[in-house]
Antibody, heavy 117, light 106 residues
Framework: DVQLQESGPDLVKPSQSLSLTCTVTGYSITSGYSWHWIRQFPGNKLEWMGYIHYSGSTNYNPSLKSRISITRDTSKNQFFLQLNSVTTEDTATYYC??????????WGQGTLVTVSA | ENVLTQSPAIMSASLGEKVTMSCRASSSVNYMYWYQQKSDASPKLWIYYTSNLAPGVPARFSGSGSGNSYSLTISSMEGEDAATYYCQQFTSSPYTFGGGTKLEIK
């Protein structure tokens, strides 16, 4: 069974960088699929942020393109989200997810990140 | 970007009642995906490739549609179906979501 678990700080100051880790168990992130980051704002709006393909290529939401980076550590079977220059509007629950052959995504449990001074 | 509009935003149904909710795309998509989210839980894949049920999803659920218009139907509402349902498209990046339909028990 493939499991995804997000981790990282739950409080980030404005103008700083938000960094999250998704640890994957039960499947190698280099074997297949795309590995996504999605966030849900207070009020429940969902925003797709981007993904890293098992080949290592990435695709980002243009609304975030200048601030976002998704990378990976294949030795630890982890992938990462970095979002720069955060504001209070980046306060959200952040999810990592895998997109399998069904085309749909299976999500981790999510982590709430608050941006506040 | 492709804007997905879900309607209604909130609805209520009696147990045993048939339920239908809609997702309309501003540009045509190849397939629609649906997720179910309950309070304090992450969204779960519910329907993929427009009409295929994800593993474990009861057969009373179905999905249909094409082009710009898609729907999710519950043939007979059960208590466990109360949740918020989101549609998502993967046809064109960015992969957008609808605003959700919150389904309550009447």
């Amino acid at each position: 069974d493939v499991q995804l678990q997000e981790s990282g700080p739950d409080l980030v100051k404005p103008s700083q960088s938000l960094s999250l880790t998704c640890t994957v168990t039960g499947y190698s992130i280099t074997s297949g699929y795309s590995w996504h980051w999605i966030r849900q704002f207070p009020g429940n709006k969902l925003e797709w942020m981007g993904y890293i393909h098992y080949s290592g290529s990435t695709n980002y939401n243009p609304s975030l393109k200048s601030r976002i980076s998704i990378t990976r550590d294949t030795s630890k079977n982890q992938f990462f989200l970095q979002l720069n220059s955060v504001t209070t509007e980046d306060t959200a629950t952040y999810y990592c997810a895998r997109q399998d052959s069904s085309g749909g995504t299976y999500w981790g449990q999510g982590t709430l990140v608050t941006v506040s001074a | 970007e492709n804007v997905l509009t879900q309607s209604p935003a909130i609805m209520s149904a009696s147990l045993g009642e048939k339920v239908t909710m809609s997702c309309r795309a501003s540009s045509s998509v190849n397939y629609m995906y649906w997720y179910q989210q309950k309070s304090d839980a992450s969204p779960k894949l519910w329907i993929y490739y427009t009409s295929n049920l994800a593993p474990g999803v009861p057969a009373r659920f179905s999905g249909s549609g094409s082009g710009n218009s898609y729907s999710l139907t519950i043939s007979s509402m059960e208590g466990e179906d109360a949740a918020t349902y989101y549609c998502q498209q993967f046809t064109s990046s960015p992969y957008t979501f609808g605003g959700g339909t919150k389904l309550e028990i009447k």
